[in-house]
């Protein structure tokens, strides 16, 4: 082998090699089936001294050389396969510029690769090197996998990602959603991925980043690890299994559950409701029956809470066009939607449980002047609890008047459904369920629970118990009192 051969191999694994480079490179493996079997040697050898060399960087020992070599023992095969990977190189891996990191595995239409000054369609196959911007459509998606299969990138609809020219393990994300599944790395050698808020380090661990409305948000699915605050005083910290962070704009870093903690909370009965037509985005309970609702058409479902049989369905299309979420109120239904007989684009109206009929029209809040619905609503037995579409704002609502007592602005950002239950508000996330303080509605609580994969809906069912769902339909009755062979779950790691 040339010196001139030896210092474009030696190119090719540094991701520095030009066109000319790789042409040569390419034309060289096709010559000669020995070559392939060179070039295999120098590849082993690369990645055995990169090895070591970063372990050695981060421990400060020096790693046993073993005898016989990982390279010595896959060089037989590689002769034996060095037609057929020389072709594969070839059209596939070898780059057309400097600095392969990736391939699309998959990709829809209006993806683009953006290098330099040129769009390049998004194809499987498609090269991704150091400096290119991946852009989706709206609604479209790609799959990437980097080079040698250490990480796998899922990016949705509305996605823009850059890969760091100067570090092929680091991305920047400016927007959009991207799922990545990383393979365990040498420590103190992270993966590394930046937003415009935050900075996310890896060592190993399957997470999704979103990007949105001026704040990033790190949710956890096995792993752990460190999210920083890019524009805030906060230290950087853990975010553990199950667990996410989120940075925004204005506000410190916020870490759930706080150390990593969460008490198990115990299922007491499951089930799926049998309805017919799909759930909407109520749920309540009554003491004896549960209430679930549907919103097109605009229906009610009374439940057998030990079974979840359908007991009866109110059809309320004759007095709602739409309805949104719903809770207990005193002894009647308290819902959230647009009547036929007026033009507001919503009201709070008590409904007759026992005939579907809107037995009262309360006043209107002023909020629902300039939003659809509530996210959400409960009642501690004397005022409405009502949780607005966005920026964690719930507001306490005289249902006598509906003018707004007082107003709480939640430094949590998955207010997405609201109870009282017990003397304390709760509420629930993608996967888990917070207890919140009464007076400042502080989360003081996290809770896990493995029969519930996707929080939705909360309601009180007396005592310590609540009922959880989702959209599909699946309900559960936890318990959330602490018992005495349970505890906190710690840092995730169990599966």
Partial sequence: MTDGIREIIQAHFEGSLTEDQAAGLREWLASDPGHMDEFVRQLMVHTSLYEKYAQEKVTGVRPRVTRRSGARRLVPLAAGLALAFAGLLASRWLPDGSGVVARIVEADEETVIVRGEKEIAARAGAAVIRGDRIRTGEGRKLSLAYRYGKVKADLEGGTEMEIRGGDENSIILTRGRLGLDVARRPRG????????????????????????????????????????????????????????????????????????????????????????????????????????????????????????????????????????????????????????????????????PSTGKVAEKLPTPAQLNYISSFRSMTCDGESVWTVLPRGGRIDRVNAATGETRDVRIVRHPDVCALAYANGAFWTVGRKSLYGMRPGDLKVVEFYRNPDVHEFCDIAGAGGTRLWVADRAGTVVLVDTAEKPDSGFIGAFHEN
């Fill in 189 to 352: 050698l992270p993966f590394v991925v930046e937003t415009p808020q935050a900075k996310v380090d890896v060592l190993g661990t399957v997470f999704r980043v979103s990007v949105s409305h001026r704040a990033t948000r790190l949710d956890m699915e096995e792993g752990t690890a460190r999210m920083s605050h890019l524009a805030g005083d906060d230290a950087s910290r853990e975010v553990y299994r199950w667990g996410y962070g989120y940075a925004r704009e204005g506000l410190g870093l916020l870490v759930f559950p706080p150390e990593g903690k969460a008490r198990r909370v115990e299922t007491v009965r499951k089930f799926r409701a049998a309805l017919p037509v799909p759930r909407g985005a109520g749920i309540a309970f009554d003491g004896s029956s549960l209430w679930l609702n549907g919103s097109d058409p605009p229906v009610l479902f009374r439940v057998d809470p030990d079974d979840g049989r359908l007991v009866d369905k109110l059809d309320l299309s004759g007095e709602f066009r739409s309805i949104g979420n719903m809770t207990m109120y005193r002894d009647r239904l308290l819902v959230n939607g647009t009547l036929h007989t007026t033009d507001r684009g919503s009201e709070m109206c008590l409904v007759d």
